[in-house]
C-alpha cells in the first residue's frame, strides 16, 4: 500500500448509562495509523473512508443496548463508504481508487469475527472483499453509506415478514427516519399506499414529498385512528410498520383492518428500556392488549433484521438481488441527511438523538 497519512478514529472506551452519556463521557478522537497490510489477510481490503452515517443502533451500541455490542474499545460507524486503498493478492474485481459502499453486516461494529473493530467513524477500516461494493452509478458518498441498514430493514419487515403487496395500504410509523423513509420508498416500490406519520409537521413535508400518500403528524394528533380511517375509507390499514412503540403501538391497534399484518421493528419512543449496560431492570413500556389482537385476527410479527441475518445468512440474496435491480434501474435511491465533520462528532450524534433531520445525518471523514 502506498504510504498514506496518519488519520483519526473515533473510540467508544466503555459503555455510557445512556447513548448522551457515552458521547459526552466516553467517545474520544485518537490518532490512526493506516493498517499496516503485513497484518491483513489476502481477502481483505483497506478503505479510506469519506463518510459514514450516524446510525441510531450505533448510539444504542454505545450504552450497550444492542443484541451485540462490539467490547469496548471499539470505533463506531455501521455504515460507510469511500476509496479502496489497498487489496489482498486474493481479491478480485476492485482495484485502488474506486469508490465504494459497505456491508454493514459482514464489517464493522453490527457484523460478527476479527472486523467488528473496523467502524466508520474513522480514516480508515479494514472489510472483507465481501462486504465492499462499488458505488452505483450516479450515486453520491452519502447515498452510499445510507442504503444497506435501511433498506436491508425496511424489505425483510415489509416483504419478508409483512408480505406487503401491491394496492394494500401500510401506516408507517417513523417514517422521517432513516429507516422509516426507505419503508416509504419500499412500499410505494411494490405499489402499496403509505400513510405515514411522525412528530414533526415540518419533517413530514419531506416525507410526502419522498412519496408518502398521507402524512399525520402525532404530535399534533396522538389519537391518530380517525385520520388513518379517514384516509382508508374507514377500512383501516392491512400492515403497519411499527419502529416506534409505546403509545403508538396501542394507537395503531385501532387504525387495522381484520387480519392485519402488524411488524414489530423496534421502539424508539422508549429507548432506554434495558437502562444500559446490559441492566434489565426497567419496565418494559412496549405491551399490546391481546384482547384487541384476538378481535382484529390480528398477526403481530417480530422483524429483527440483524439477527435473522445472522442466523441464515441465505436470506440475503434473495433481497439484496430485488433492492439492487431497483437501484440500477434508478427508481431507487437514498436520501441523505446532513453531513458534519469528526470534530463536529458529538452534535451529530445529539442531533440524531434528538432526530433533527429527515433520514439522520452523516459524518465526513476526509
Known amino acids: 500500500m502506498t504510504t498514506k497519512p496518519l488519520g483519526r478514529r473515533l473510540q467508544i472506551t466503555a459503555f455510557g448509562e445512556d447513548p448522551m452519556d457515552a458521547v459526552d463521557n466516553h467517545l474520544h478522537a485518537v490518532a490512526q495509523p493506516p493498517p499496516d497490510p503485513d497484518t491483513l489477510g ?19 451500541m454505545m450504552s450497550g443496548q444492542y443484541q451485540h455490542m462490539a467490547k469496548p474499545p471499539y470505533t463506531p460507524g455501521l455504515e460507510f463508504s469511500g476509496e479502496v486503498a489497498w487489496v489482498g493478492a486474493a481479491v478480485e474485481g476492485l482495484a485502488v481508487g474506486e469508490r465504494v459502499m459497505i456491508d454493514g453486516l459482514l464489517a464493522g461494529p453490527r457484523s460478527v469475527g476479527r472486523y467488528q473493530k473496523w467502524g466508520g467513524f474513522a480514516s480508515y477500516a479494514v472489510a472483507p472483499a465481501a462486504a465492499v461494493h462499488r458505488l452505483p452509478s450516479g450515486w453520491s458518498l452519502e447515498q452510499g453509506c445510507c442504503f444497506f441498514g435501511n433498506y436491508e430493514t425496511a424489505w425483510h419487515c415489509l416483504v419478508a415478514r409483512g408480505q406487503l403487496k401491491a394496492g394494500e395500504t401500510v401506516l408507517i410509523h417513523g417514517a422521517s427516519g432513516a429507516t422509516g423513509l426507505a419503508a416509504v420508498h419500499v412500499a410505494k416500490r411494490l405499489g402499496a399506499r403509505v400513510i405515514a406519520t411522525g412528530r414533526s409537521a415540518e419533517k413530514l413535508v419531506a416525507v410526502k414529498a419522498q412519496g408518502a400518500d398521507v402524512v399525520v403528524c402525532t404530535a399534533e394528533n396522538p389519537r391518530f385512528r380517525d385520520a388513518v380511517k379517514a384516509a382508508t375509507g374507514g377500512a383501516g390499514v392491512d400492515v403497519v410498520y411499527d419502529g416506534v412503540g409505546g403509545a403508538v403501538s396501542l394507537e395503531s391497534l385501532r387504525c387495522v383492518t381484520f387480519g392485519a399484518r402488524f411488524l414489530i421493528v423496534g421502539w424508539a419512543s422508549t429507548p432506554l428500556v434495558a437502562r444500559g449496560r446490559g441492566k434489565r431492570g426497567a419496565p418494559n413500556a412496549n405491551v399490546l392488549p391481546t384482547n384487541l389482537l384476538m378481535m382484529k385476527g390480528l398477526d403481530v410479527l417480530g422483524c429483527p433484521t440483524a439477527i435473522s441475518t445472522h442466523r441464515d445468512p441465505a436470506i440475503r440474496a434473495g433481497r439484496l438481488s430485488a433492492l439492487m435491480a431497483w437501484v440500477n434501474d434508478g427508481t431507487l435511491r437514498p436520501c441523505a441527511g446532513p453531513v458534519f465533520s469528526l470534530d463536529d462528532a458529538s452534535e451529530a450524534m445529539r442531533a440524531k438523538w434528538q432526530s433533527r433531520f429527515v433520514g439522520g445525518c452523516l459524518l465526513r471523514l476526509d
Open 42 to 60: 489476502d481477502g481483505d481490503v483497506v478503505i479510506a473512508v469519506k463518510r459514514a452515517a450516524v446510525g441510531w443502533v450505533d448510539l444504542l
